[in-house]
């Protein structure tokens, strides 16, 4: 029902990340590798009142398919009609049900992972949304729990899967964690043991090590990866390079890095149309790409407060002329010394 994980296929997907997984970072990743792409998390509720702020979510383009659009929501019947509507305005791949977002404002509608303690309304609205769409196939993804004296998630896959949802993401954490502590991928494990239906894995994978290793342990079909691709989005290329020879691959050099943020911010501002709007909103993405970089901390303290692409430009520079100073100083340290 799902082609991408026919033929012993081990898809990548990138996480749906509120504010982060916009179509512009979307294909950005698609180019590094990721095979399947999810919207930002949809309010069922604005769809249903047909907002348009709401329906700007669900844009995309072609070159991302196979693409879901992922729906948040505790009505079972605006739910459904909130996912006829998506299909009728956009057509995407798959409908992707959020039962695991932790976020406060999101809970307090008994959206998100709030259904985690309410299975019996979890499967109203998975039964309600797979009916509307029929045959277009329905995703969920879920955490393990409400907390740590509610994981319930092989339960809760059992049930999906029997209302016919064709794929289950997992996130390796409770709602009560939200992104504290460690996933659980024993968890992960059980549920994909337990479940018929392929269980994409999702939590603390930030190398390609980190997901060949969790696909062989556990037996997932698929790896979801969020965070870690906003610091790298070439995890995708480089995983599926390490699955597929056991080499891992280096790191892009520094320049390549920094073509990647200047052509990021470039279309984000092309996308806003005034350019101080579009950085300013671009500061957080931007500290996301410095983690990890030589001389991060400094870069956080100049990207707080960029306003323009030649801002940008001139730190690329002045960051690039740094390291390349630094070697060629650890270089000649190095020839003296031999």
């Not at 320049?255 to 984000?268: D, F, G, M, P, V």
Request: charge should be neutral; aromatic fraction near 8%.
């Amino acid at each position: 029902m799902l082609p991408w994980f026919s033929n012993g296929g081990f898809p990548l997907y990138l996480a749906p990340m509120a504010g982060v997984s916009d179509k512009i970072f979307r294909q950005l990743c698609k180019e590094r590798g990721a095979d399947v792409l999810v919207t930002e998390f949809v309010s069922a509720e604005g769809v249903f009142r047909r907002n348009e702020r709401t329906r700007r979510y669900l844009d995309f383009d072609q070159v991302e398919r196979p693409l879901g659009v992922q729906l948040f929501g505790g009505n079972a019947e605006h739910m459904a009609e909130a996912a006829r509507q998506v299909i009728d305005w956009v057509q995407p791949d798959f409908i992707d049900l959020n039962f695991g977002c932790p976020v406060n404002k999101v809970v307090a509608k008994n959206g998100g992972s709030a259904l985690l303690k309410d299975c019996p309304l979890l499967g109203k609205v998975a039964d309600a949304v797979v009916r509307a769409v029929a045959p277009l196939p329905v995703t969920a993804k879920i955490r393990t729990g409400w907390d740590g004296q509610s994981v319930n998630a092989v339960s809760v896959a059992k049930l999906l899967e029997s209302l016919g949802i064709a794929a289950l993401a997992i996130h390796g954490r409770t709602r009560a964690q939200g992104y504290s502590g460690c996933a659980d991928w024993e968890v992960i494990a059980q549920v994909a043991a337990a479940a018929s239906i392929p269980v994409i894995g999702n939590g603390d994978l930030f190398s390609a090590a980190d997901v060949e290793k969790r696909k062989f342990e556990t037996g997932i079909a698929g790896a979801m990866i969020g965070r870690a691709a906003m610091s790298s989005p070439w995890i995708f290329s480089q995983t599926k390079h390490y699955l597929a020879t056991g080499q891992l691959l280096p790191p892009p050099e520094p320049i390549e890095k920094w073509a990647l943020i200047q052509r990021h911010c470039e279309l984000a501002v092309a996308a806003c149309g005034i350019e101080n709007l579009a950085m300013r909103s671009m500061r957080g993405r931007l500290m996301a790409y410095s983690k990890g970089m030589p001389a991060g901390k400094l870069l956080r303290e100049k990207f707080q407060h960029v306003s323009t692409l030649a801002e940008v430009g001139e730190i690329a520079l002045q960051h690039i002329a740094a390291l390349e100073s630094a070697t060629t100083a650890a270089a000649d340290v190095a020839t003296t010394l031999a």
